[in-house]
């Protein structure tokens, strides 16, 4: 396992992280999977879990937490905040009113009495800059966070809430969590240039691209994994952007099989070889699955290998745009369009 300084923060962590949204009801993985997963990926030198409130509606926080009693101060925690948790219209948001209630509710779930990275979700375009920085400094110093970060913002956000933390003397995001594979690559053009200027660690989520680049999806298969099930319309083969990444894939396997390497290892290796990434994030739902994705722990692409990945699918280009989840909301409502 190799390690890396999380941005600024000085903490080390591994360059593959555990995330634990497949924990519970949403990947179907019991309590004593979930733990079988924590210990063998702390045995393989993992150091770092990320879950989220949201994840199975709070049970993956408790799997977690279970799975790492006794042994928390072994493991560098971090969980996220901002994404619906019910109902009613304030629980959820990057609010002071809901993160302070939200982060004792994970604290309660995890079973610790602080997360060394508490993470915003989602931008969340109805509350200032001002407002959550002012709510997560004043969790950090009451020593219920350690930091704080953003996930899948756009950059003009980050660069936003940078300029606010300075402007308003709070303290600042010190980490980004955005999609990257290397059939997503979009961040390289804005986002990834932006971390590196200002310093952020990044924490690449879906480095295998909802099991396109698992292996389990060739030309010629039928398409059985759990992601198709649950988003049926991403694996759609009617569908250009899917028949793309099919023909990505096909080839993208070659180059795998020439430089002796799984598919796995490809798409993980790629991932952590861009200078401004400091970890990818797996998410095992089986043992099996876990062991297939540490095989990448020490994989190192040659640039040959990097130049043949260019390519296939070019340097800043996303072969679903769609889904990048940082869409401005001015171009998702109509109504705000041309306002």
Same mark, same amino acid.
Do not use: C
């Given at each position: 396992?190799?390690?890396?300084?999380?941005?600024?923060?000085?903490?080390?962590?591994?360059?593959?992280?555990?995330?634990?949204? !497949?924990?519970?009801?949403?990947?179907?993985?019991?309590?004593?999977?979930?733990?079988?997963?924590?210990?063998?990926?702390?045995?393989?030198?993992? !150091?770092?879990?990320?879950?989220?409130?949201?994840?199975?509606?709070?049970?993956?926080?408790?799997?977690?937490?279970?799975?790492?009693?006794?042994?928390?101060?072994?493991?560098?925690?971090?969980?996220?905040?901002?994404?619906?948790?019910?109902?009613?219209? !304030?629980?959820?948001?990057?609010?002071?009113?809901?993160?302070?209630?939200?982060?004792? !509710?994970?604290?309660r779930r995890l079973g610790?009495?602080?997360?060394?990275?508490?993470?915003?979700?989602?931008?969340?375009?109805?509350?200032?800059?001002?407002?959550?920085?002012?709510?997560?400094?004043?969790?950090?110093?009451?020593?219920?966070?350690?930091?704080?970060?953003?996930?899948?913002?756009?950059?003009?956000?980050?660069?936003?809430?940078?300029?606010?933390?300075?402007?308003?003397?709070?303290?600042?995001?010190?980490?980004?969590?955005?999609?990257?594979?290397?059939?997503?690559?979009?961040?390289? #053009?804005h986002v990834l240039p932006?971390?590196?200027?200002?310093?952020?660690?990044?924490?690449?989520?879906?480095?295998?691209?909802?099991?396109?680049?698992?292996?389990?999806?060739?030309?010629?298969?039928?398409?059985?994994?759990?992601?198709?099930?649950?988003?049926?319309?991403?694996?759609?083969?009617?569908?250009?952007?899917?028949?793309?990444?099919?023909?990505?894939?096909?080839?993208?396997?070659?180059? #795998?099989?020439? #430089?002796?390497?799984?598919l796995i290892q490809l798409?993980?290796?790629?991932?952590?070889?861009?200078? $401004?990434?400091?970890?990818?994030?797996?998410?095992?739902?089986?043992?099996?699955?876990?062991?297939?994705?540490?095989?990448?722990?020490?994989?190192?692409?040659?640039?040959?290998?990097?130049?043949?990945?260019?390519?296939?699918?070019?340097?800043?280009?996303?072969?679903?745009?769609?889904?990048?989840?940082?869409?401005?909301?001015?171009?998702?409502?109509? $109504?705000?369009?041309?306002?």
């Amino acid at each position: 396992m190799q390690y890396r300084t999380l941005g600024r923060t000085g903490v080390q962590v591994s360059t593959l992280v555990l995330g634990a949204m !497949n924990f519970g009801k949403l990947g179907h993985t019991s309590q004593r999977e979930a733990t079988a997963i924590v210990d063998a990926a702390l045995e393989a030198g993992i !150091n770092l879990i990320d879950t989220a409130d949201m994840y199975s509606q709070g049970e993956s926080e408790q799997m977690v937490g279970t799975a790492i009693a006794g042994r928390r101060d072994d493991i560098v925690l971090a969980t996220k905040a901002g994404m619906p948790m019910g109902d009613e219209r !304030n629980q959820r948001g990057s609010s002071r009113r809901w993160l302070v209630t939200e982060l004792d !509710n994970s604290l309660r779930r995890l079973g610790v009495d602080h997360v060394d990275l508490y993470q915003i979700h989602r931008w969340d375009p109805t509350t200032s800059d001002e407002e959550t920085l002012s709510a997560l400094t004043d969790l950090q110093r009451a020593g219920k966070i350690r930091y704080f970060g953003s996930s899948t913002f756009p950059a003009y956000r980050i660069v936003q809430a940078e300029w606010a933390a300075r402007e308003h003397h709070l303290s600042r995001y010190v980490t980004e969590q955005p999609s990257y594979s290397i059939l997503q690559r979009g961040i390289e #053009a804005h986002v990834l240039p932006v971390t590196e200027q200002y310093g952020l660690g990044v924490l690449a989520w879906s480095p295998l691209a909802s099991g396109w680049l698992s292996g389990a999806i060739r030309a010629g298969r039928e398409i059985t994994t759990s992601r198709s099930t649950l988003l049926p319309a991403r694996f759609d083969l009617s569908v250009p952007a899917n028949q793309a990444r099919l023909d990505a894939v096909e080839r993208l396997a070659t180059v #795998a099989d020439e #430089a002796g390497l799984t598919l796995i290892q490809l798409a993980l290796g790629f991932v952590t070889a861009h200078p $401004a990434v400091t970890s990818a994030i797996i998410g095992p739902r089986t043992i099996d699955h876990l062991h297939a994705q540490l095989a990448a722990a020490d994989t190192v692409l040659p640039a040959d290998v990097l130049d043949a990945i260019d390519a296939i699918v070019a340097p800043g280009v996303d072969l679903a745009a769609d889904e990048k989840f940082d869409t401005p909301p001015a171009l998702l409502d109509p $109504a705000r369009r041309r306002r």
